[in-house]
């Protein structure tokens, strides 16, 4: 499936090596995603869903200084332009009748599908984190506590829980920037660990879009910003919806 949902991301990006007449997926409206479509998925993306759990809300396991910080944001949510983004156990979950194209239909038949940020349900074990998202500027900042199920050497967070963690506040910010839905490219130049249980701020923006590729970066550091944990690039593509392939 992998294999198939490459070649299709091939295709589409290259549709003029494709035998018989030109097919252009539709483009993404630069104009647009910068305006009132933006507004309409991030109210899409926020709607409160009665009987889900919202992992992205306090529990005993937050640290002070991630407490702290959440509430400086939640604060300027309420002037700023800033949103708090819920975070449910399955994307599916975000947006009612989501789909993705059919070449990357999945075939597993298991009910209690996860993202990999949510697969740890025991609070403080693994992945703590709330995303804030501003529309206007196309930022993001994603508070990351890591636990000890995250570990890699004795103490301090894999680096791999802190790539995902990018790759996951990647993926928010660039669906509700412009629809982004794939990572074609994700480069991280590690320079400290993050100890376990403390708090990593990620900041995240979209630097410019072009056609149909979102291109953003990330600065990952502490909160008082002395320590610099990681820097990273990104690249998202936006894949036509079903209803919009090309004929």
């Known amino acids: 499936m992998i294999r198939r949902g490459l070649q299709v991301i091939a295709r589409l990006g290259h549709t003029s090596a494709l035998p018989g007449p030109s097919c252009v997926p539709p483009r993404l409206d630069v104009a647009s995603a910068y305006s009132s479509s933006t507004d309409a998925l991030v109210s899409r993306f926020c709607l409160e869903k009665e009987g889900l759990k919202d992992y992205a809300l306090p529990n005993a396991s937050w640290c002070p200084d991630m407490l702290s910080l959440y509430h400086e944001f939640l604060e300027k949510t309420k002037s700023d332009g800033w949103f708090k983004l819920p975070s449910f156990k399955s994307n599916q979950e975000h947006i009612l009748?989501?789909?993705?194209?059919?070449?990357?239909?999945?075939?597993?038949?298991?009910?209690?599908?996860?993202?990999?940020?949510?697969?740890?349900?025991?609070?403080?074990?693994?992945?703590?984190?709330?995303?804030?998202?501003?529309?206007?500027?196309?930022?993001?900042?994603?508070?990351f506590q890591p636990g000890p199920f995250l570990q890699g050497p004795p103490g301090f967070a894999h680096g791999g829980s802190l790539a995902a963690m990018m790759d996951e506040t990647y993926s928010k910010t660039a669906y509700l920037a412009g629809e982004g839905l794939f990572t074609l490219t994700l480069n991280i130049r590690f320079k400290n660990l993050i100890p376990v249980g403390s708090l990593a701020v990620l900041n995240v923006k979209v630097d410019k879009i072009e056609d149909q590729k979102l291109y953003m970066s990330c600065v990952t550091q502490s909160r008082d910003q002395q320590t610099l944990y990681a820097k990273s690039s990104g690249v998202f593509f936006r894949l036509p919806l079903e209803e919009e392939s090309p004929q």
Do not use: N
């Not at 697969?119 to 703590?128: H, K, L, N, T, V």
């Open 97 to 143: 009748g989501f789909k993705l194209p059919s070449a990357f239909k999945g075939t597993s038949d298991k009910k209690d599908g996860r993202i990999c940020t949510r697969s740890i349900p025991a609070e403080g074990q693994g992945y703590e984190y709330v995303i804030f998202f501003h529309p206007t500027e196309k930022k993001s900042v994603c508070l």
